[in-house]
């Protein structure tokens, strides 16, 4: 019955949709098993056997999904309702046996039960839909306007970027790129608004827990007007951040206007786990004009089919890593403790990073869609975030100091807002390398050479030194002796007993002693080795040569291992004691107050 009904409105909006209108309709067909029903209506084409695709990857996530493969029982017919042959002609493209000038309509079954790669999810709670991975597209038509109606259960509200189209669950985009960047979240939802320099500011949380919606918006508003400030304009008219509580998955992704955050439902509290979510929320709204307002030339316009390569994802992901926490600080949600202690996290653990010699901030931004994981990463790759966010905090301190405070990273991102947004076609190299010298009134390709395309070590102590700000030992041994270091990261083995390796140090103690990712420690010079004794024995047995039992394949092997010996188990970024006037100057100009 649903059906006839849906269809009968369907006939209905017909005549407000121009003829070159694509129509989507998505009817949740088993919520409980995670399937809709899917058509989408596409306009006379003017070639004969017209194509229709699903992108192999979503914006936001460099990386190929097999987004294809939820699709099941693809079928096409004419607007008269003619079957029309179709033929799958790769992963994900399908071509249809068709003469030119006849609309046509494709058809699907959806499955969707993927929630942490924030492509699509439905359950009887919801449903979370990234076009991406939900809608097809025709290549032919991908500037055409678009509608998408949806049909859920009756106490759902359907939220998105889009604007809201002439039904209840009806949206409107200019075309497929903005559909692809809007999703759509439905369901059973909290819902919070405000206004933020003459612009809605929307909230709309899936899922209980510990959080606080108000005290959340309040929040949200103050990093929204600070970013907006920076800018100096905004690139939207209205603005949702949608919030997932659930448990498993963390994460968050970008979007045209809106940002999708997943966290732990209980990580609302204490504060130091709500920054988490803050921080993130400014990172991902900082996108809104880093990435999607205006984003490196290579990857304008997206090509959704394969790897869309550029040197300078460090400047779209680590930049806005760097600005994230400062906007947090700026807008007044975060101390300067708080502020400090997140960069010196990203900066401890940065410095332990190996592959930060091994790979470049551009090849590691090239390289993104095929990064290694674990040790193999830490070893021999860098990551765009900490790399961009560590180049952002170099530039940013570097602008400040030579010009007295009056210049910085902001000025920046300004110019690229202003210059090289998306329908000015992105920016490239020079157009950066240009922007910083007009911003600073000097060349930085020195720096472009040693720190973006070269692997030397970045002066951010130095830098930071002149902020006033020193890089010290943390968590000393209380007995006053040395931290032992091995060089390696353990878990509990497969039976609880024993340390299983989980990563090892390029170079370290561990890998010296040719110990790898997966070999499980038993004994060190005889003694019971566990996971959870690991620490303590580490330190107790001390320097000198240890000799270490482990297996590898369930055979036992023995080696000898010499610790290393560091003043903390790791390092901490504190303010210096008795700051100069030229530090004190910096770090205001740097934090503000
Ligand atoms: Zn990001």
Not at 9 to 18: E, I, M, N, S
């Amino acid at each position: 019955m649903k059906k006839y009904v849906y269809a009968f409105l369907a006939l209905v909006l017909a005549p407000a949709a121009a003829a070159d209108t694509v129509n989507y309709q998505l009817r949740i067909s088993n919520a409980a098993q995670h399937t809709a029903e899917v058509s989408a209506r596409f306009p006379a084409s003017a070639k004969a056997d017209p194509i229709v695709q699903l992108p192999n990857w979503r914006t936001g996530r460099y990386e190929i999904l097999p987004l294809a493969n939820g699709l099941r029982h693809v079928v096409a017919k004419t607007a008269d309702g003619k079957p029309v042959p179709i033929r799958k002609t790769d992963k994900a493209t399908w071509q249809l046996a068709l003469p030119a000038g006849v609309p046509y309509t494709v058809s699907y079954e959806l499955y969707a039960n993927e929630l942490g790669l924030r492509t699509r999810h439905i359950d009887d709670s919801h449903a979370y839909l990234n076009a991406s991975a939900v809608f097809v597209y025709s290549p032919e038509f991908r500037t055409a306007p678009v509608i998408v109606k949806l049909e859920v259960p009756k106490d759902w509200q359907s939220r998105s970027g889009m604007p809201q189209g002439n039904c209840g669950d009806c949206f409107t985009a200019d075309d497929y790129d903005v559909l692809t960047d809007s999703p759509i979240e439905t369901g059973i939802h909290r819902f919070y608004k405000t206004m933020v320099d003459g612009k809605p500011i929307e909230l709309v949380i899936w899922g209980d827990g510990n959080h606080d919606g108000e005290a959340m918006l309040k929040d949200l508003a103050a990093i929204s007007k600070n970013t907006n400030a920076l800018f100096g304009s905004t690139p939207y008219a209205r603005y949702l951040y949608i919030v997932h509580a659930t448990d498993g998955v963390r994460g968050a992704t970008e979007h045209l206007n809106s940002t999708v955050i997943q966290t732990e439902r209980w990580s609302f509290q204490p504060r130091s786990e709500y920054l988490k979510f803050a921080r993130t929320a400014a990172h991902e709204f900082f996108h809104t004009w880093n990435v999607k307002a205006y984003r490196p030339a290579e990857m304008v316009p997206y090509d959704y089919q394969k790897e869309n390569h550029t040197n300078l994802l460090w400047i779209a992901e680590g930049h806005t890593s760097y600005f994230e926490n400062l906007i947090t600080l700026r807008a007044g949600v975060q101390d300067e403790k708080q502020y400090l202690g997140d960069v010196s996290s990203t900066l401890a653990a940065y410095l332990r990073t190996p592959g930060r010699f091994e790979q470049s901030a551009n090849e590691s931004s090239f390289d993104e869609w095929i990064q290694p994981d674990g040790d193999r990463h830490a070893n021999a790759s860098v990551s765009i975030y900490p790399k961009g966010e560590m180049i952002g905090l170099a530039m940013d301190l570097m602008l400040r100091k030579e010009s007295g405070g009056k210049k910085s990273l902001a000025d920046v991102h300004r110019g690229l807002w202003q210059k090289h947004k998306v329908v000015q076609g992105g920016f490239t190299e020079a157009d950066v390398l240009a922007l910083l010298q007009q911003v600073s009134g000097r060349s930085w390709q020195d720096f472009w050479s040693r720190y973006v395309i070269g692997t030397e070590e970045l002066p951010v102590l130095a830098l930071l030194k002149d902020a006033g700000v020193e890089f010290v030992a943390d968590k000393k041994p209380d007995d006053g002796k040395p931290f032992y270091a091995w060089g390696l990261s353990v878990a509990p083995g497969e039976d609880g007993a024993f340390a299983k390796v989980t990563a090892v140090e390029k170079d370290g103690p561990a890998w010296k002693a040719g110990i790898t990712t997966g070999d499980t420690l038993i004994a060190v010079n005889g003694n019971r080795l566990s996971a959870k004794n690991f620490a303590a024995r580490s330190q107790q047995f001390g320097a000198g040569a240890l000799s270490v039992d482990y297996f590898r394949r369930d055979a036992k092997v023995s080696t000898t291992l010499m610790p290393k010996t560091q003043d903390g188990a790791g390092m901490k970024l504190q303010f210096t004691d008795k700051p100069t006037a030229a530090q004190l100057a910096l770090r205001k100009a740097w934090l503000g107050n």
